[in-house]
């Protein structure tokens, strides 16, 4: 399955275990594997006689690869965590809390940390910033200051990692990592994903509407409540209402989702 994963992500070997390494590995997952709902979307309105889908790192990649789905914080960087665990990188889950109005804020949020030489690095599957983010203690840190790029501030507890989601360009998120929690287990990000299904508000703003993002070096389309969002490499935003036939056809066409996948996705609640 690492073949077909790192094959399917442009990677023709394997990466090598250093920061150059890893940030290679870490740029293809952010470009080509969306942060997006369908899976869960499509489960929920489903029986729901089986877990979450997606919480399962190998259920996650077989759906990517024969779907090209993704999916929200917990299945995508639960992914992410066990293929770089697999390819040989010291690769750990963290809990984490993304600060939104209205949102449970406690552990409403999974990310992964990398050490290497020391130091440990901010490997976030949702922030897509695809460079790592190095975290040393009382010390700012930034990937940069294009399109994609984070930065991490210092406060009491550790850091206050800033973040522009999809077309929000003025106002950055705070995502908060929970380094008291340390490191947590898989068994850790299902459970806290299977919070999330539940069709409250409060819990996750990813249960009644479908959402997607896909994020390329130089661009972001996000896709949902009846629009298309483009976010240029200058940040400019430009926003275009479709119909469900031109959504679809953006899924298929231009963010590599199946057939399969589009037709089961329900209708917005």
């Known amino acids: 399955m690492v073949t077909r994963i790192l094959s399917k992500l442009g990677l023709a070997d394997r990466p090598t275990?250093?920061?150059?390494?890893l940030n290679r590995l870490y740029a293809a997952y952010c470009a080509n594997i969306p942060n997006d709902n369908i899976q869960?979307?499509?489960?929920?309105v489903g029986p729901r006689v089986r877990p979450v889908v997606g919480g399962n790192p190998v259920e996650f990649f077989e759906n990517w690869l024969a779907h090209g789905t993704g999916g929200t914080c917990f299945p995508a960087s639960g992914g992410l965590c066990a293929l770089l665990c697999a390819v040989g990188f010291d690769a750990n889950r963290i809990s984490g809390s993304i600060v939104m109005e209205g949102i449970e804020q406690d552990g409403n949020h999974g990310s992964v940390l990398v050490g290497l030489d020391g130091v440990d690095y901010l490997t976030d599957a949702?922030?897509?910033s695809f460079r790592v983010l190095a975290l040393v203690p009382g010390e700012p840190a930034s990937t940069g200051d294009g399109l994609h790029d984070i930065r991490a501030v210092p406060v009491a507890d550790g850091f206050d990692v800033q973040w522009?989601?999809?077309?929000?360009?003025?106002?950055?998120l705070i995502m908060r990592p929970n380094f008291k929690l340390g490191p947590v287990d898989h068994s850790f990000f299902v459970a806290h994903y299977a919070l999330s299904a539940l069709r409250q508000r409060n819990r996750s703003p990813f249960n009644d509407a479908l959402f997607i993002a896909r994020r390329?070096?130089?661009?972001i389309v996000v896709v949902g409540r009846g629009n298309r969002?483009?976010?240029?490499?200058?940040?400019?935003?430009?926003?275009t209402e479709i119909s469900i036939e031109e959504r679809d056809r953006i899924l298929i066409e231009e963010l590599g989702i199946s057939e399969e996948a589009v037709s089961a996705i329900p209708p917005d609640e």
Do not use: E, H, M
């Open 17 to 21: 275990l250093d920061l150059a390494g």
């Open 40 to 44: 869960k979307r499509i489960w929920l």
């Open 126 to 128: 949702q922030l897509a």
């Open 164 to 172: 522009y989601p999809g077309s929000n360009r003025q106002t950055p």
């Open 216 to 219: 390329f070096p130089d661009s």
């Open 229 to 239: 969002i483009d976010v240029c490499g200058d940040n400019t935003v430009i926003k």
